[in-house]
């Protein structure tokens, strides 16, 4: 299992780095994004391992440990994001009053911890069930994995008074490239991106030429 952890090493370094680059214009928020980037790796890199018979045999599975993997990784996340200060994130907006008609507020209450975790672990699991659709299709996944960060932004809307604008441009700046960096990082650094890769690179295809 360790030699299987190792294997990820790559994959749980790449995706933080590239998604800190979803939220560069803010840093703390490029840093938020890098710690749920490298989550939900963890969680894949988790999948990975404990369904790694599956991947040998070229089968996949919408396991129910998804739900879990998803669920525990996603408090964790949220916990450790909400560590991470948003004060010039949300210092931006403070001051604004109007906007195209909507009127823009401070947005604490986006960053409580209780939010935190549940739009974490929303990401976590609606991620990882997204990204199982690469072994039928590549594409369909990727646009999967888009659609799933849309709708674990749009999460934030079960909170009090968010406001259009600032839901929009937070799928449009931050949700969208975080999807797309993301399974990009998976593309190239995934040890079981395709059934293939995960054979070849666990020896699996050698032992059974």
């Not at 990727?142 to 799928?171: E, K, N």
Request: net charge positive.
């Amino acid at each position: 299992m360790i030699k299987l952890l190792i294997k990820h090493i790559p994959f749980l370094l790449l995706t933080p780095f590239l998604c800190f680059f979803s939220g560069v214009f803010f840093p703390e928020m490029g840093m938020r994004a890098a710690i749920l980037g490298f989550c939900i790796s963890a969680g894949v890199a988790s999948s990975n391992i404990l369904n790694r018979s599956n991947l040998e045999n070229s089968k996949m599975s919408f396991q129910l440990s998804l739900l879990l993997i998803g669920f525990i990784i996603g408090i964790i996340s949220g916990v450790l994001i909400s560590l991470v200060p948003v004060d010039s994130y949300v210092h931006a907006y403070s001051n604004r009053r109007k906007h195209d008609g909507f009127v823009i507020v401070p947005f604490a209450f986006a960053y409580t911890l209780p939010s935190e975790i549940f739009t974490a672990a929303v990401y976590n699991i609606l991620i990882l069930y997204a990204y199982c659709i690469r072994f039928f299709s590549k594409f369909i996944s990727f646009i999967a994995v888009v659609s799933a960060a849309f709708l674990s932004y749009v999460t934030i809307g079960l909170f009090p008074s968010p406001t259009p604008f600032l839901l929009t441009g937070g799928i449009i700046f931050r949700a969208f490239p975080f999807a797309i960096l993301w399974f990009t990082a998976a593309a190239i650094a995934d040890p079981a991106f395709t059934y293939k890769r995960w054979q070849k690179r666990t020896g699996y295809e050698e032992e059974n030429k």
